[in-house]
Every structure is written in structure tokens, then in C-alpha cells.
């Protein structure tokens, strides 16, 4: 599991111990993204999702700023070329993910079109009883239209973790990177998987319990927002930040 100074280990320490000093250096931005968050679930869906990215791109702007040692702001507070080329990159990103989203889907579709048609030759796609019927009588075919879904759900997974490092290449070089820092992630979206679902568990779990608060929208929505931008995001910044420095290193050597 370990892979130099860049293994499960040693990068899930370098994020989660450099949480406090990132915490206490960028509290401005991480505040106002947090509150950018909690105002985004009352907004409609377009516009909460703006809002949403913005606030994502403030806050990594000023995390990874202060990993690489550039003009932090005050406590983080400031929106510049960084933050610019962060939010470039993000929409690159999304703009690859629907891309080869709506790619996924259509082949989802068809399998489960295909499975259905040859389990009921007089089959109604517009009904959703027909489709159930269908899949009931396809047997062990049945079993593709749930593999297929769960390996497009993989396939999406695996080209996050590839594209992970995207945003500490983009303010450690000045410039977009988005295809450029693939290579940096090569045979290693193990390292980072793992790592990822380490620094999540108290998400999760503080998630799950919420959960079983009812009638506290506004409580959870803050509490979730203080989690993710106090916690996760500056510890998956900080492991981010090692883990590009080694495999920058490495690739230039």
C-alpha cells in the first residue's frame, strides 16, 4: 500500500496533520465558502450550483495558495488569476464528466433495452410495469444490467481520481492543467482512492447521523458545511498537495 513518500500512509498523514495550520491561515475563505454552501441549498438548482462552485474554487484557491507558498490574502480571503484558473479547470472538468457521462448512459440504456427486448419480444419500453417484467423473466442475463451500471459508476470514479491532481498543477505551474496532469496519477488512483475514503469517514458518519435528525434543515446544513470545509477540504488539499509534489519529482527525474 505504500509507494515511497507518496503511499496511503505517509500521504493521509501529510492531509490530515496539516489540517489545524490550514485552518488557522485560511478560516476567511474556508468561512465564506462554508456560507456560500449553506446559502446555495435554498437557491434553485442552476443557481445553487454556481454557487456551489465558487465556493469550491475559493476554497481550494486558498489551500493550495498556501501549499505552494504563493500570496495568500487575508486568512485566505482573495480571488485572483488562481482562482480563475481553478474555476477554468473545474469546468473543463465538468464538461469532460458529461461528456463521457452522457457516453455511459447511452450505453446503459441500450444494454438494458437490449436484456429487455430479449427476455419479452412484445416489450413496452414506456411503461415502467414492462420493464419490471422483463427483468424479471431475463434470468441471469439480468445480472448485465446491473453490472453494467456499477462499472460506468467505476469508470467515473477512476477518471476523478485520474483528473485529482488537476487543481494543485493548476496554481503550482500558473496555468490550466486539466489533461496535462494525468500523467501524475499513473498506476497510483489506488493511493488516492483509499485516501480519499479515509478522509471522508467522519463525513460520512457526522452525515449519517444528521440524518436522524429531523426537522433540523438549517442545522444540518451548516454543520455539514463547517465539516466539509473545515475538515475534509483542507485535509484532501493537504494530501493533494503531497501527493503532486512527489509525482512531479518524479516525473521530472
Known amino acids: 500500500m505504500t509507494e515511497g513518500s507518496a503511499g496511503v500512509g505517509a500521504t493521509l498523514r501529510a ?3 496539516d489540517v489545524g495550520g490550514a485552518v488557522r491561515d485560511c478560516w476567511g475563505a474556508l468561512a465564506l465558502a462554508a456560507m456560500l454552501s449553506m446559502t446555495a441549498s435554498a ?11 465558487v465556493a469550491g474554487v475559493i476554497a481550494q484557491g486558498a489551500l493550495f495558495r498556501r501549499a505552494f507558498a504563493r500570496a495568500g490574502g487575508v ?21 469532460l464528466f458529461v461528456l463521457i457521462g452522457s457516453i455511459l448512459l447511452i450505453i446503459v440504456g441500450g444494454v438494458a433495452l437490449g ?49 485529482s491532481l488537476s487543481a494543485p498543477a493548476t496554481v503550482d505551474q500558473a496555468g490550466v492543467r486539466v489533461l496535462s496532469a494525468f500523467p501524475l496519477t499513473r498506476g497510483r488512483t489506488h493511493i488516492l482512492l483509499v485516501v480519499g475514503l479515509a478522509i471522508s469517514v467522519p463525513v460520512i458518519v457526522l452525515s449519517a447521523l444528521l440524518g436522524l435528525a429531523r426537522g433540523q434543515g438549517a442545522v444540518v446544513t451548516g454543520l455539514m458545511a463547517v465539516c ?7 485535509a484532501w488539499t493537504g494530501a493533494l498537495a503531497h501527493f503532486y509534489r512527489h509525482g512531479a519529482a518524479q516525473q521530472d527525474a
Open 15 to 17: 492531509g490530515l496533520s
Open 43 to 53: 437557491l434553485p438548482s442552476g443557481a445553487r450550483f454556481v454557487v456551489a462552485l
Open 75 to 95: 486568512k485566505g480571503l482573495r480571488w485572483g488569476a488562481d482562482e480563475w484558473r481553478l474555476l477554468a479547470a473545474q469546468l473543463m472538468i465538468l464538461g
Open 115 to 163: 436484456v429487455a427486448r430479449t427476455a419479452a419480444p412484445n416489450f413496452d419500453p414506456s411503461t415502467s410495469e414492462a420493464w419490471r417484467a422483463a427483468f424479471a423473466q431475463a434470468g441471469p442475463a439480468g445480472l448485465i444490467v446491473a453490472i453494467v451500471p456499477l462499472a460506468s459508476l467505476f469508470i467515473l470514479i477512476w477518471l476523478g481520481l485520474r483528473l
Open 228 to 234: 466539509t470545509y473545515f475538515y475534509a477540504m483542507p
